[in-house]
């Protein structure tokens, strides 16, 4: 579904992905880990089309070139970033963006859009998946939210748009446990043989709760090591420092490419 | 004030008017105030109320005082734009009532709504105090341009205690045929002790028309009186619009207004407000949506005379093209005007590199044990919030108008008259949003 091919992001001077590969496939569930500043949100960013970043490289997306389209043209296509840090907008409900987003998209692939009650029963379903409360639906996007709270409303969003990529960027960072169960419980009822989804994480904890297939480690904006799930039980236990002595010993451009 | 008036060509040779009701007061009135523009000039650039209002056209324009016109026809186009409210209408075409055009509304004990032409011919005294004593003086010349030349507007009275419930709609259209016209409006409005009254004004243009508005409203409110105004002003940028607002205040009275400025090429608001009695209220705000070649010049100031005022300003800029913004925020906490609370806030949205804005605040504060904040931005659309809507499928264009639309919205959504707000949503939209398809123009529930 996805192949990332020696994909490389600069700021200005600054490189911040160098030679990055790794592919996806549908129905797999990715976790990719890594040091802070290793480039991992930048991973994030640069799929989901954000501006800034100079980049090289190839991004195939169901056989499709990510590269150089629009951010929203991307979601079309069926990708999803989960944000990091989401963007708080005030005087936009968070109902009214919603339903936006999910008629845009809806209109983009030809179907019907969905009116004003249709659109609140589907959010008051899926809102159940994450323990919201209708409340939320009335404030503005993201504004005054708790940490835990955006993280809610960013997987209530990939519950109501339903894309076929979906790249959780630390969707774990600033959630208590019980916020961390509720999140990874939403997030595990939206795995689907349709649906692929890259987990970005520093800490194996979120791990516990979302199983992956495949973990990758990135360092210094490589991905240095691909393993199964037991990798992330082994970089909790001796951290991440060593792994770049095997990054320079095997060489960037094959390390981390599945089979 | 130092334009000689010998370099205004076309202004200073205006005569108030001869024709309609006349009492005798008032040709003095208007002949003083003729004096008044003549002795003190019109505002140059280094008035600093006026610094960055480019008047120079204007004060060159063969400009001649509007007559009473009989073309009619023409002023239905516009007219149909306007919000119904449901309670009185009443039309003013290039500042004469249109009987014909206008809806009274419901006659009740204590309150006249009525045009001051007819106010005058059936001798209503209580007109003589607004246009006599201007207070504390003549702002400007235009100021005194208006009471020189104007003979009608509106005039709302309520006897103490009255309550009117349904807005008081008052709608002027600016009509000029062959040469460009001067029209010279005049409102009051007079709020007895306890009395409640909404009052909004729209002012709106045949396609094409050309010349000048100069509108002035006054209001007083009395001991306890609520007053809430509001303004749209949606006149063809080929127009120049001076308005002033000027509002006295008693103890414990509560004066809310809020403008919407669209049209014009050049407009100018002013609203000047003295809290002259104790505990007296002000909540003003205002949007102004200056575009290519227009520029929206919104002067405010606001005069604590007296302990306990409370006076809050929210003033919205959205800035496109070469437009031109200004926001001009003046509050004097007088040496009796202890316990002051005032507040204003002026924030500005550029759309284009080449939209300006000019923001000040002055604040001059000579009593102690007062509250005063102010703060200004300009800044442009949040990036990130563009990149976040977008990375959820929402196409720029609808992107970026949802943005602004939810700048503007923190205005709109004060306005209280549901079929006034939902007009002015939709005026919002279609100035702001040009370019987005009408069907992904979803409205805000």
């Known amino acids: 579904m996805l192949q990332i091919e020696d994909l490389h992001a600069r700021i200005g001077d600054t490189e911040i992905l160098r030679g990055v590969s790794l592919a996806v496939e549908a129905g797999e569930v990715h976790a990719v880990m890594g040091p802070n500043g290793a480039g991992k949100s930048t991973l994030a960013r640069v799929l989901a089309g954000a501006d800034g970043y100079d980049v090289a490289g190839r991004v195939l997306f169901d056989g499709d070139d990510l590269l150089g389209r629009t951010p929203e043209d991307r979601a079309s296509a069926g990708v999803f970033l989960a944000f990091q840090h989401p963007t708080e907008i005030p005087g936009v409900a968070n109902l009214y963006f919603l339903r936006t987003a999910l008629n845009s998209l809806r209109r983009h692939r030809g179907l019907d859009e969905l009116g004003p009650q249709e659109f609140l029963a589907l959010a008051e379903e899926r809102m159940r998946l994450v323990e919201m409360d209708r409340s939320f639906m009335h404030r503005s996007v993201n504004e005054g939210f708790s940490g835990g709270e955006k993280k809610r409303n960013e997987i209530l969003q990939m519950a109501i748009l339903e894309p076929t990529l979906a790249i959780l960027d630390e969707t774990d960072s600033g959630l208590d446990i019980d916020a961390l169960r509720v999140v990874a419980g939403g997030v595990n009822a939206l795995r689907s043989p349709d649906r692929a989804m890259v987990v970005i994480t520093h800490h194996q904890q979120l791990l516990d709760h979302i199983v992956p297939d495949r973990v990758h480690v990135m360092v210094d904006g490589r991905i240095v090591r691909s393993g199964g799930r037991e990798l992330a039980a082994e970089l909790e236990a001796h951290g991440y420092v060593g792994l770049d002595a095997v990054s320079d010993r095997q060489g960037a451009a094959t390390v981390g490419v599945t089979p | 004030m130092s334009t000689a008036v010998s370099s205004v060509r076309s202004l200073a040779h205006l005569e108030p008017p001869s024709d309609g ?295 919205k800029g959205v800035v496109d093209g070469d437009g031109h913004g200004i926001f001009n925020g003046h509050i004097i906490v007088g040496s009796g005007a202890f316990r002051t609370d005032a507040s204003q806030t002026n924030r500005n949205l550029l759309l284009s590199d080449r939209a300006e804005v000019d923001t000040r605040p002055r604040l001059e504060i000579f009593a102690d044990d007062v509250q005063c904040a102010h703060g200004a931005t300009v800044g442009q659309l949040d990036e990130d919030a563009l990149f976040y809507l977008r990375s959820r499928g929402i196409p720029r264009p609808v992107a970026r108008a949802l943005l602004i639309e939810a700048f503007a919205g923190e205005i709109v959504s004060r306005i209280v008259p549901a079929q006034l707000a939902a007009l002015v949503q939709r005026l919002v939209a279609d100035r702001l949003c040009a370019g987005v398809p009408e069907r992904s123009r979803e409205r805000t529930p």
């Open chain 2, 21 to 315: 009701p006349h009492p005798d007061w008032l040709a003095p009135v208007r002949r003083e105030a003729l004096e008044w523009v003549a002795q003190h000039g019109f505002p140059a650039a280094k008035d600093e109320d006026w610094r960055y209002t480019p008047l120079r056209v204007l004060l060159e324009a063969p400009l001649e005082a509007a007559r009473p016109d009989t073309s009619g026809g023409s002023v239905l186009a516009p007219l149909a734009r306007v919000a119904d409210l449901g309670g009185a209408q009443l039309v003013f075409v290039n500042g004469f009532y249109a009987p014909f055009l206008s809806r009274p509304g419901r006659r009740s004990e204590g309150i006249a709504v009525t045009n001051m032409a007819a106010a005058l011919a059936a001798g209503d005294g209580r007109l003589r105090a607004a246009l006599e004593r201007p207070l504390p003086a003549y702002r400007h010349a235009f100021h005194a341009l208006n009471t020189a030349l104007a003979t009608d507007g509106a005039f709302i009275h309520l006897a103490p205690g009255a309550v009117l419930d349904e807005p008081v709609h008052l709608v002027f259209i600016s009509e000029s045929g062959d040469a460009p016209v001067l029209v010279s409006p005049r409102s009051i409005v007079i709020g007895e002790a306890g009395s409640q009254v909404t009052v909004v004004e729209t002012y709106l243009g045949t396609p094409g028309s050309t010349g000048c508005t100069n509108a002035r409203t006054d209001v007083e409110l009395q001991v306890g009186a609520r007053v809430e105004h509001y303004k749209v002003q949606d006149e063809p940028v080929s127009v120049t619009h001076l308005a002033s607002l000027g509002v006295r205040q008693g103890a414990d009275s509560s004066f809310r207004s809020h403008s919407v400025t669209l049209g014009a090429g050049l407009a100018r608001d002013e609203v000047s407000v003295r809290l002259e009695a104790e505990r007296a209220q002000v909540d003003l705000g205002g949007l102004y949506l200056p575009g290519d070649g227009q520029c929206h010049d919104n002067p405010v100031l606001i005069e604590h005379v007296a302990p306990g005022g409370t006076s809050r300003q929210l003033f």
